[in-house]
């Protein structure tokens, strides 16, 4: 069973900051915290990961709360493009396996 | 860029046929992974290799086989295809077991 619960859907308006949420309230000391996405008919697209600090590169921002049962994912300025299903996923320091939930269905609007 | 390419985007076969489903990735990476994916289900792992002919099995590795010949490629056989095995089956590269994985664009089989 995945170990994060997510919202269903979300909408956000083009050029604006699409944040979000993930709650990951039984995580362990020694896992990661990962974001993918998945735009329709593609496979997962990995965006960004972190264990405690708040971790930025090009594609977003991930903000892990003090006491790492949730984090936010940031995109600063969303496009069209940026339509997707997006995976937060909770996984063991030292192991492979990813397990993936439902998502939240992004929807970008212009 | 990271590149996994799949060899076929959709496939159509019958029940009982034998199908390869083939994955290539370009990047040296070791490890290399099979999920399929369904509706309400998420991904689950079929067969994970981290290294040449070396593999281990995932969480639902029944009627799968895998080979691992070169470090590059990483196939996944049906061996007698059924329909419950109709679903987007992806494949993905990472350097190493604990690194970010890289997806390739699914291929859509259906079995009928």
């Known amino acids: 069973d995945a170990k994060t619960t997510q919202p269903p859907s979300m909408d956000c308006a083009e050029g604006r900051a699409a944040n979000l949420p993930c709650n990951h309230s039984t995580i362990s000391g020694n896992e990661y915290v990962y974001w993918y996405r998945q735009i329709h008919s593609q496979g997962p697209q990995y965006i960004i990961h972190?264990?405690?600090n708040n971790e930025t590169n090009e594609m977003a921002s991930l903000i892990i709360t003090e006491d790492r049962k949730s984090s936010t994912l940031i995109l600063p300025h969303a496009t069209l493009r940026d339509t997707a299903v997006y995976y937060c996923i909770v996984r063991p320091s030292g192991t492979y396996k990813y397990i993936f939930g439902t998502g939240t269905r992004l929807k970008v609007l212009a | 860029d990271v590149k996994v390419t799949q060899s076929s985007r959709y496939l159509v076969k019958r029940t009982g046929e034998k199908v390869f489903l083939e994955c290539v990735q370009d990047?040296?990476?070791?490890?290399m992974f099979w999920y399929r994916q369904d509706p309400g289900l998420g991904l689950r792992l079929i067969y994970f290799s981290y290294d040449v002919k070396m593999k281990e099995k995932g969480d639902i590795p029944e009627g799968y086989s895998v080979s691992r010949e070169k470090k590059e490629r990483f196939s996944l056989i049906l061996e007698s295809a059924s329909t419950n095995q109709t679903s987007m089956y992806l494949c993905?590269?990472?350097?190493?077991?604990?690194?970010?994985?890289?997806f390739g664009p699914g291929t859509r089989l259906t079995v009928l």
């Open positions: 990047m040296d990476h070791e490890n």
């Open positions: 993905a590269s990472s350097k190493d077991a604990y690194n970010e994985q890289f």
């Open positions: 972190g264990l405690k």
